[in-house]
């Protein structure tokens, strides 16, 4: 495989605590890779290290084969990597359209157009505070604004929180068609569903490790093996 993205031996945590111990992926051009796991064994730390938000005491980041290990967070966006955090998503004091302008880049909003079609709620509550929305969707307008960002590697930690199962389906057929225009995706996800669905790759983190992985759609019993509390 030509990676998109990969990483190789992550190692890092918060203060004194190593929570990624040794941690290896990769995803092309066109592909999804699911990162799946039990609650706590380090999901969101990974994306937040691999967005730059949290330094990493060991390792290596590639995009399209520069090492970006060393960007923080801002560089790590204009050198296209979108993320799409799991908690506080949005910005709850600013309306939704600014949320989904502020920092878009040039030719953001006629992308927003099809999109907007989709997720109507947007539409409904262009003019409201984000905080008003409910979790799910926040969970939207993320994801949204991400996807108008139009980069070439797109992380979305559990997108699905609080969706409605409609709105999980508009998501995916987004992510379908993005990945059939070359962008790369990672996610995190509970919903095992939309893995089997989705994936091209897979792997299952516990006690921040890599403890199975694979190429394809995962079999719903090879992870849930390894996500039993
Ligand atoms: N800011 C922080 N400071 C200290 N410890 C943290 C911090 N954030 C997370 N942790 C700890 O790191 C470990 C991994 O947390 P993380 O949020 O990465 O898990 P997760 O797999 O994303 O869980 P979930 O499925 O619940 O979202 C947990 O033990 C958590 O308590
Ligand atoms: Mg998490």
């Not at 999109?115 to 008003?132: H, K, M, N, S, V």
């Not at 790759?201 to 019993?221: H, I, M, N, Y």
Request: proline content about 4%; glycine content about 12%.
């Amino acid at each position: 495989m030509s990676a998109r993205f990969e990483f190789r031996g992550l190692v890092a945590g918060y203060g004194g605590t190593t929570i990624l111990r040794g941690i290896a992926g990769a995803v092309a051009a066109g592909e999804v890779l699911f990162v799946l796991g039990r609650n706590g064994v380090g999901k969101s730390t990974l994306m937040k290290a691999l967005m730059g938000f949290l330094p990493c005491r060991e390792g290596a980041v590639r995009l399209d084969g520069r090492e970006i290990g060393g960007l923080a967070p801002p560089e790590r966006r204009r050198a296209g990597i979108t993320y799409c955090p799991q908690e506080r998503a949005v910005f709850d004091e600013l309306s939704v359209a600014d949320n989904l302008f502020l920092t878009a880049p040039p030719g953001a909003a006629a992308r927003l157009a099809p999109l907007a079609e989709r997720f109507p709620i947007l539409a409904r509550r262009r003019e409201q505070r984000a905080g008003t929305l409910s979790g799910g969707e926040k969970k939207i307008l993320s994801f949204v604004r991400g996807a108008i960002e139009d980069h070439s590697l797109v992380l979305l930690d559990e997108p699905t929180e609080g969706v409605q199962a409609e709105n999980i389906e508009r998501m995916e057929a987004v992510v379908r068609e993005q990945c059939a225009a070359g962008t790369a995706f990672v996610v995190v996800e509970q919903n095992l569903a939309m893995a089997e669905r989705l994936a091209d790759r897979w792997l299952v983190l516990d006690k921040g490790q890599v403890v199975a992985e694979g190429s394809g759609r995962p079999e719903r019993a090879a992870i849930i093996a390894h996500i039993q509390v």
